[in-house]
């Protein structure tokens, strides 16, 4: 089957947008499966760079069919806006954008809860990004959701709307609301969101499980986007200090509709070295000025809230754990560059904790916490690699490093991305032939 898996294989923000934008020239339709506006995806082409929040990367190729599946969770006032922007750059925004019927919609009152829940935990807050992805979420699993089709239905959606609105309001009673927040739960207000987004998304509202289906059974090569990375996963991430969705390959059958067996390979973005934003363990974290120098040096503030990363060496520990549980064929390696000027460079190999070595993830974040990281030390190129397009070209001490990544995963790099526009790549091996020659 042609159809290739993209996740990211750390804390999210590894470089999947750079990878799909690359990828979507050999492909025909582009999927979304999971995760909301709180993801930014950003991609440099030709000079041009373009965020983008909920709509695939695919979008940046007029040919490419582009869904947001059933998993994903749409803000529709924000996809409105994403779209006006794209056309405003001068990218095509019409029949190649599909949005699912079944997709669920976060609603203004959704991103009331989520700032309250993250001030009702004090020390103990997440970190989220505050766009209402989680209550969104929790209503879906709840019950309680508001889906896209439901705007066609007004009956329905009035019904729905009434009923969320009435339980949020007894969950927010005795906390202090602005008058924003106050109107966010208004029943008027939020129909008359809802009517203003309702003819505008019309013509891409679609039963995407089937579209899904029909490019599988024709044998089109379809690509799969996932938001985040699998260490915020909801079941396999550093609980509780994760996403609200399944961002690994469970999540993309079950947000798209597919059936089991339909994903010919997957591969696992993982930078050169790691990041992560919000609260949560982190083992390998940098702090002071090594950790500034690789946050200045990779531009490591967030695409979509400008919150500055936190930064540390690759961990290989993590990156096994991510191989396992999402069932990689190989890895990308983004950002090889930003390591340039480094004289040294680490890799966390295990964790020491109470005296004992473990190579295993812990499930458990306050022992994960306490892990104290242990390093292999190799010595730094020293030589650029920025903008370099084959691999002949990096310099050896960089190829050792990479060497290191396959040995220690166990899986080969397929690809590297030198630099941040869309041509700066080494394509060691193309995905879509590896899967087309049967994973040789």
Same mark, same amino acid.
């Given at each position: ?40 995806? @950003? ?173 599988? *059974? ?19 991430? *550093? ?7 399944? *961002? ?54 967030? &695409?979509? *809230? ?9 961990? &290989? ?100 991305? @030198? ?22």
């Amino acid at each position: 089957m042609s159809v290739l898996s993209v996740i990211g294989g750390q804390w999210g923000d590894e470089g999947k947008g750079k990878v799909v934008d690359l990828l979507a020239r050999q492909v025909e339709v582009v999927a979304r499966y999971q995760g909301g506006a709180n993801a930014g995806h @950003t991609v440099v082409a030709d000079g041009k760079e373009f965020i983008l929040h909920l709509i695939p990367t695919g979008i940046l190729h007029p040919h490419v069919h582009c869904i947001i599946g059933s998993g994903v969770v749409v803000d529709p006032v924000a996809l409105v806006d994403e779209i006006k922007q794209l056309r405003e750059g001068g990218i095509q925004v019409g029949g190649n954008l599909v949005i699912g019927k079944r997709t669920h919609m976060i609603m203004p009152y959704h991103k009331v809860l989520d700032s309250h829940m993250e001030e009702l935990l004090g020390v103990n807050r997440i970190g989220t990004t505050g766009r209402g992805i989680g209550p969104a979420y929790s209503d879906k699993a709840a019950r309680l959701g508001i889906r896209v089709c439901d705007l066609y239905d007004e009956k329905v959606l009035a019904d729905r709307v009434r009923v969320s609105l009435a339980i949020k309001k007894r969950l927010l009673a005795g906390i202090s609301l602005d008058e924003e927040e106050r109107r966010a739960l208004e029943e008027d207000y939020i129909l008359e969101v809802c009517d203003e987004v309702r003819e505008i998304l019309a013509p891409h509202v679609r039963n995407t499980d089937a579209e899904i289906l029909e490019a599988i *059974t024709n044998n089109r090569r379809v690509l799969l986007e996932g938001a985040q990375g699998i260490l915020l996963d909801l079941d396999m991430g *550093t609980y509780p200090y994760v996403t609200s969705s399944n *961002t690994g390959v469970g999540g993309a059958l079950s947000g798209l509709g597919m059936p089991l067996g339909k994903v010919g390979a997957v591969v696992a973005v993982m930078k050169a070295y790691c990041t992560r934003v919000g609260q949560g363990p982190f083992p390998s974290e940098l702090h002071g000025d090594e950790g500034e120098r690789l946050r200045l040096g990779g531009g490591e503030f967030g &695409a979509t *809230t400008g919150r500055p990363r936190r930064c540390g060496w690759f961990d &290989a520990v993590a990156a096994c754990h991510a191989v396992q549980v999402t069932g990689a064929d190989a890895l990308v390696v983004t950002k090889l560059d930003v390591l340039d000027n480094l004289d040294s460079i680490r890799i966390c190999v295990g964790y020491e904790i109470g005296g004992k070595r473990i190579t295993t993830f812990p499930a458990e974040a306050t022992i994960l916490e306490r892990c104290i990281p242990v390093y292999e030390d190799f010595q730094g190129w020293k030589e650029p690699t920025a903008g370099v397009r084959n691999y002949g070209d990096l310099p050896v001490k960089a190829k050792e490093y990479l060497s290191h990544l396959g040995r220690l995963t166990g899986k080969p790099i397929w690809m590297i991305s @030198t630099g941040p526009d869309r041509e700066d790549t080494i394509e060691v091996r193309n995905p879509f032939s590896v899967i087309e020659e049967g994973l040789g």
